[in-house]
């Protein structure tokens, strides 16, 4: 649990963009593998495999989310992700704030994808494991996010 409390939290906050439910996500991630510690047959790593649990675990809290809409206070997605107070006070990563909040808008089935693979240093293979999805399906996806990431950010160009 050590070893991957702060992977697994990282990633639950990414999914959630809520700092307390990410806690409550991680706990409960954490339950679950020691529960299905008898299922887990090394086929991947155990990061990959917690990973598939966490996403799981985000995936039915997102969707509970949607069916029972909490008030928020706050608009922003970006402002509870751990780099959140740097973003804001440095005036030169506006363009990273961008890219942030361009990924944050993603559909789940692409933003996973783009979390894992180059903000998670997942190779294509882990990120497959870890979604439940083909490799082929991975680098589609990939593929899709990267078009509409570029589209999304050529808009808020074009605001300015």
Known sequence: MRR???????LALRMLSDEDEARDASQTVFLNALRSL???????????WLYRIT?????????MRKRFP??????DPVASLPDAQ????????????ETWN????LPESYRLPVLFRYFEGFSYEETA???????DTVKIRLFRAK??????????????
Not at 4 to 10: G, I, K, M, N
Not at 147 to 160: F, K, P, S
């Open 4 to 10: 991957y409390q702060s992977s697994v939290y990282t």
């Open 38 to 48: 008898h299922l887990f047959r090394g086929g991947s790593s155990l990061k990959t």
């Open 55 to 63: 996403v799981n675990e985000c995936s039915a809290r997102t969707k």
């Open 70 to 75: 909490r008030p928020s206070s706050d608009d």
């Open 86 to 97: 740097r973003l804001a006070s440095d005036p030169e990563n506006d363009e990273e704030r």
């Open 102 to 105: 361009a990924v944050l808008q």
């Open 129 to 135: 494991r870890a979604l439940g999805i083909s490799v």
């Open 147 to 160: 078009a509409m990431l570029r589209a999304a950010l050529a808009e808020r160009g074009g605001e300015q």
